[in-house]
């Protein structure tokens, strides 16, 4: 039963996300009601509650949502990177860009972005933190795998190397979400041009 009780429970909760999903993307943040949430996912408006006490709540916990696919898709990238420390971090790089628009739009990721800055120490500006510190560690991850396999200078810091390219990747996310009308190839060409020459200054020949 306890199985029974755990599945169903999951069972709400995607229902819940889903409609923040599709309400929130088709409406926009700002106009959607809890109660219009709790309709479409079919259920009532106190069970939303008993999951997430705000709304602001359930956008964070769709950026959670998105955020964990990323970390799952680029977890494969860094046992297997592309050879080449360019390729290989354009790869994770792109892969977190082209999943970033999933489930949320861009009015989407700006709300979130806002909620996180406005109350860093609330439960979400701390999540939020988190999961930008997981994928920070993701890319540090991902440049001592490429050193292990002698395609990164062995005396490169991969912690501050990888904070460096997160926080480069980072920044222009948000230029990506700040601007309605910058496409995805443009952020991607961008950030591509800006990752080219740092990756040929931590490469072995570089050394020299």
């Known amino acids: 039963m306890a199985g029974l009780r755990e599945r169903q ?3 709400r909760e ?15 943040y700002r106009s959607v009601r809890i109660e219009d949430l709790a309709e479409m996912a079919e259920v009532s408006v106190g069970t939303v509650y008993n999951y997430y006490q705000t709304k602001g709540d359930i956008l964070i916990a769709t950026v959670a949502m998105e955020v964990e696919e990323v970390l799952a898709s680029g977890a494969e990238i860094v046992r297997a990177p592309p050879p ?5 971090l354009l790869s994770l790089i792109f892969s977190y860009y ?3 628009l999933e489930y949320l739009s861009k009015e989407m990721w700006r709300t979130a972005m806002a909620l996180a800055i406005e109350a860093p120490g609330t439960p979400n ?11 920070s560690a993701q890319v540090t991850d991902l440049i001592r795998a490429l050193q292990a ?17 997160f926080n480069n990747l980072n920044q222009m996310f948000i ?22 020459p740092l ?10």
């Open 9 to 11: 429970k999951a069972d």
């Open 14 to 28: 995607r229902r819940i996300l889903g409609a923040a999903v599709t309400k929130f993307r088709a409406e926009g």
């Open 84 to 88: 080449g420390a360019e390729e290989a």
């Open 98 to 100: 082209d999943h970033s």
């Open 125 to 135: 500006g701390r999540r939020y933190a988190e999961l930008d510190a997981r994928l």
């Open 149 to 165: 396999r002698g395609e990164v200078r062995a005396d490169v810091d991969p912690v501050a190397m990888g904070q460096l390219i």
């Open 175 to 196: 230029e990506f979400v700040k601007e309605d009308d910058m496409t995805l190839e443009t952020l991607r060409s961008e950030v591509a041009a800006q990752t080219a």
């Open 199 to 208: 990756a040929r200054l931590i490469a072995p020949e570089a050394q020299a």
